[in-house]
């Protein structure tokens, strides 16, 4: 089936640490699966952070990258140092344009220490 | 620019009693529009989605229906609540794009 994996949370990290959080997805039935990560901040709602819709493109926002990785199915999250304004909840997503489907993976909670 | 509003921000309910929640979307003619669902620790779910006025796909059954009675509104309801609708409900819209616009959501809380 058609699904997303991602970091179990919380992630905790010190302010200018370095970020990774890890998303793999399954596209079985999905021809052209675009790829999105969002971020929901406290008492905020989700807010679209970067997508990527073609394999092997990178996507940037916000000091945070990730690139689409066809051959390990992967679109994982990274920052080189991170804020304490990032502390978050961050979700990968996989869309499938042609049936208006978009799965969502649990969500990764992000705690930034100062 | 496109605007979306959801509404109420939060609610507390009666097993068995009725639900409606709403959102709106300005500044966008014949979007597609979604609901979500996020039970408390879980994952967000697709419910509805909309290609256009009155016509509504379907993608998980809660019990739940959805109408869309004009191009900028979409609505969601039950007329009996189960405890299990408790959660975090995010409308959204896209053009069609790969461009999805999330609302602030609505809190239920079913008791």
């Known amino acids: 089936g058609d699904s997303v994996t991602q970091t179990e949370g919380p992630v905790t990290v010190s302010e200018s640490e370095s970020l990774i959080i890890n998303c793999t997805y399954s596209a079985t039935s999905i021809a052209y699966p675009n790829l999105f990560w969002y971020v929901r901040y406290p008492g905020e709602g989700l807010q679209l952070l970067l997508k990527?819709?073609?394999?092997?493109q990178k996507g940037s926002s916000r000091g945070f990258e990730a690139t689409y990785n066809k051959e390990t199915t992967s679109f994982h999250l990274q920052k080189a140092s991170v804020q304490e304004s990032d502390s978050a909840v961050y979700y990968c997503?996989?869309?499938?344009?042609?049936?208006?489907?978009?799965?969502f993976g649990d969500g990764t909670q992000l705690v930034v220490k100062p | 620019a496109q605007t979306i509003h959801q509404w109420p921000v939060a609610e507390i309910k009666a097993v068995g009693s009725p639900l409606s929640l709403g959102c709106t979307i300005k500044?966008?003619?014949?979007?597609?529009l979604y609901w979500y669902w996020q039970a408390t620790g879980g994952t967000l779910q697709q419910l509805f989605y909309s290609i256009t006025v009155g016509q509504v796909e379907s993608v998980v059954q809660l019990n739940l229906s959805a109408s869309r009675p004009k191009d900028d509104q979409f609505i969601l309801s039950t007329e009996k609540l189960l405890l299990s609708h408790s959660g975090f409900y995010l409308c959204a819209w896209s053009g069609g794009n790969s461009d999805y616009t999330f609302g602030s959501g609505t809190r239920l809380l079913v008791i």
């Open positions: 997503a996989l869309g499938d344009d042609s049936n208006n489907r978009i799965f």
């Open positions: 990527v819709i073609t394999a092997g």
């Open positions: 500044g966008k003619s014949s979007p597609n």
